[in-house]
């Protein structure tokens, strides 16, 4: 029997997986931009909680009911233990599969095309690498130079230009062989790591002040009621990230742009294997000035 061709016909090209609990404003923006990547028959959301809200904005997608722990045991394990299974199971009937948070937007740079099903599939051969890694940036809201509301017309990045680079979101999410992420999606198993030439994450987690202030002031307290716990961290991310994000907001961009060669090379340059060098781990860091998205990225969603 001939091998099997590198790009199943037996499967679909793409599926796109996420978790979410509440979250409703970062879900309906997921749904609504994947759906026209890939229709919603092939979206996957794991309702933490089995959240009536979740059904109601992914109609017709597939929401599957995860229940929730209000001890948040292990929290971050189960999660990504989940995701990883899910992804490697929808790998059966899937030639890629994109996993990832619900504030992760992956989209292909306008000029190469405005399909990433498309995009995957024209580039998929014998030396294409089992995962890739988008290059991260994170979308990040100041309110006086980006006055619009949200929920005034026209799309999101129309209204939310302004980003900045961060390394540790050019996450490896877009996969086609079987794989262990780490906590956070970070990272897997797959070596060595690829940072894709096209690819972006947009992370959304900064994409409006008042509610990802609200946002962050939430997960901050539930981060103490996981850390109270006796075998727990003692490092609150959370509530740094609200600092962060006020410090952030006041910033103007320095250029219009979208190519950081210099950034890329660091990224590479000083990536670290750990874990007895099963996982690899992006340099670079965080840029500490804001950037402004070319025009060609505004109606992406």
């Known amino acids: 029997m001939p091998p099997r061709p590198i790009f199943d016909p037996t499967k679909e090209p793409l599926g796109i997986l ?33 959240d009536p809200e979740h059904h109601r904005i992914a109609e017709g997608a597939n929401v599957i ?16 233990f989940l995701i990883t299974q899910f992804t490697n199971g929808f790998l059966r009937y899937y030639n890629w599969m994109i996993a990832g948070d619900v504030d992760e937007i992956v989209v292909l740079d306008p000029d190469q095309g405005t399909s990433l099903r498309a995009y995957l599939k024209a580039n998929t051969g014998p030396s294409t690498p089992k995962s890739l890694s988008p290059f991260g940036i994170e979308i990040v809201h100041n309110p006086d130079l980006e006055p619009l509301a949200l929920t005034d017309p026209g799309p999101v990045l129309e209204k939310r230009r302004l980003f900045r ?21 970070h990272a897997n198993n797959h070596q060595p790591r690829h940072l894709a ?15 990802s202030r609200t946002r962050l002031e939430g997960r901050a307290t539930l981060r ?4 109270n716990k006796p075998d727990a961290k003692k490092k609150d991310t959370w509530a740094k990230s609200i600092a962060t994000y006020k410090r952030l907001a006041l910033q103007e961009p320095q250029a219009t742009t979208i190519d950081f060669p210099e950034f890329r090379d660091k990224m590479t340059a000083e990536a670290k294997d ?20 070319p025009d060609r990225f505004t109606s992406l969603f």
């Open 197 to 211: 030439p096209h690819l972006y994450l947009m992370h959304l987690r900064f994409y409006d002040f008042e509610r």
């Open 224 to 227: 103490d009621d996981i850390y």
């Open 165 to 185: 680079l961060n390394a540790n979101y050019a996450k490896p999410c877009i996969v086609r062989h079987d794989v262990s992420f780490t906590n956070g999606g």
């Open 274 to 293: 750990l874990h007895d060098g099963k996982v690899t781990f992006f340099g670079g860091g965080r840029s500490k000035v804001l950037y402004r998205l």
């Open 65 to 80: 009911h995860i229940p929730r722990d209000p001890a948040l045991f292990q929290f971050e394990r189960r999660r990504w």
């Open 18 to 50: 996420t978790m979410a609990y509440e979250d409703y404003d970062l879900l309906d923006t997921w749904v609504r931009y994947y759906e026209k990547q890939v229709g919603r028959q092939h979206l996957y959301i794991l309702s933490h909680g089995n």
